[in-house]
């Protein structure tokens, strides 16, 4: 593939419902990001995985939130029980080097996923 | 983490002349500042980064200078185009000692016009 790429591109769900976002990282990538951006802001932090270990998920903001990468390829970002604050743009990144690695560190973003709750 | 400030107001400028925009930044000076491009409905697009040994750093018509003392960074789009319209993120690293764990700048929105 040509970059990353995020599936759907839009959710809509219903308060309480579970949803997955999906992302598929540029092949080879070690790192892989996800971040939540609202309106009007810039993207925010949630989870880091360095091949299929999540090495920092400090920025999930609930235990509702759940991230996976399990063969260090794929990755899906699950949120339970939804809320209306979830509402935002979940974009994924992905990177070539570790986060040792001493490089120009540029991350390619997927297109996001907009997720509404109603 | 940071405090990261950049222009909340949109820069309106005429094609052909050059858009400033600046990061500002509150606590420890990072390894490195990264700049983003990012179009309605898309991700962020990498530009450039730039060392905190290197004052300056030139990407086509893209120019970034990044003043440790002052705590900032200055973007320049020279010769802008209508298509350089897009709104621009600096990103640095979250802590000192995370390569990869960016935190970003609200964004600075910037229309050319013809």
């Known amino acids: 593939g040509a970059g990353v790429s995020q599936s759907p591109r839009y959710k809509v769900a219903k308060r309480g419902q579970d949803v997955a976002l999906r992302c598929d990282p540029i092949s080879g990538h070690v790192s892989l990001f996800w971040y939540q951006q609202a309106l009007g802001q810039g993207p925010e932090f949630l989870t880091y995985?360095?091949?299929?270990?999540?090495?920092?998920k400090s920025g999930l903001p609930s235990d509702r939130f759940f991230a996976e990468r399990p063969e260090g390829s794929v990755s899906t970002l699950k949120i339970q029980r939804t809320q209306q604050e979830d509402s935002a743009v979940y974009l994924c990144a992905s990177s070539l080097v570790s986060l040792t690695g001493v490089s120009d560190n540029e991350q390619f973003f997927g297109p996001g996923t907009r997720l509404t709750v109603l | 983490s940071q405090k990261i400030e950049q222009n909340s107001e949109a820069l309106n400028i005429q094609e052909g002349k050059t858009a400033t925009l600046t990061c500002n930044y509150t606590?420890?000076?990072?390894?490195?500042l990264q700049w983003y491009r990012q179009d309605p409905g898309r991700g962020p697009v990498f530009l450039l980064l730039?060392?905190?040994?290197?004052k300056e750093k030139r990407k086509e018509r893209l120019k970034v200078t990044f003043d440790t003392t002052l705590k900032q960074s200055l973007f320049h789009i020279t010769a802008s185009q209508p298509a350089d319209s897009a709104t621009y993120l600096c990103a640095l690293p979250m802590t000192t000692d995370s390569w990869g764990k960016l935190q970003f700048g609200a964004g600075t929105q910037v229309v050319v016009t013809p």
């Open positions: 730039i060392r905190e040994n290197e």
């Open positions: 606590n420890y000076s990072p390894a490195y």
């Open positions: 995985f360095q091949n299929e270990a999540q090495l920092d």
